[in-house]
């Protein structure tokens, strides 16, 4: 073969190779965006099922706010004898039970909320223990104090709730 004959058949390869170059590129970047797009679709379609769980969640941990915000809970929770520590056990025990049953939500919440309900929930506890330190004699008494103690100062359940409300918002 001459060297004519080899320039020849490279200048008819290149075109050919050229060509292949840029439809192999343009193929492989279809290809990506059409990736791309499907997992956008996957995403946006589990976010639509999952927003409806999410703020079931929420919804559900706004309940316990409400159940163990001090007022609620004396009211709710009545002394089932005269002895002071039996009551705060009980206060104390209703909440952790509140607390325990709705723990799985945690998964659906950001972090920093669910640290606000767990610190919600322990501020609740340590008003109990702190009224029950008192000179107080029975539960009834003890009853009274925690809602003396507490009607001045804002509640722990309703700090957590208001941050909860500004997370919902949000999701929006």
Known sequence: MSGEAILQMFGFLLPAVV?????????KLHTKNEDGRRRFLLHKEAQKNALPIRL????????????????????????????????????????????????????????????????????TIQMIRKAAMSETDSADKLREDILTETMDKQS?????????????????
């Open 19 to 27: 060509t292949g170059v840029v439809a192999f590129y343009f193929f």
């Open 156 to 172: 722990p359940s309703s700090t957590a709730l208001s941050f909860v409300k500004k997370e919902i918002g949000e999701i929006w």
């Open 56 to 123: 079931q969640a929420y919804e559900r941990m706004a309940l316990f706010l409400e159940r163990i915000a001090i007022p609620s809970l004396v009211v709710r929770v009545a002394p089932k004898t005269a002895d002071k520590n039996a009551y705060e056990a009980l206060l104390i025990k209703s909440i952790e039970n509140e607390f325990d049953h709705n723990l799985s939500q945690q998964i659906y919440m950001t972090d920093e909320c669910w640290n606000v309900l767990k610190a919600a929930k322990s501020a």
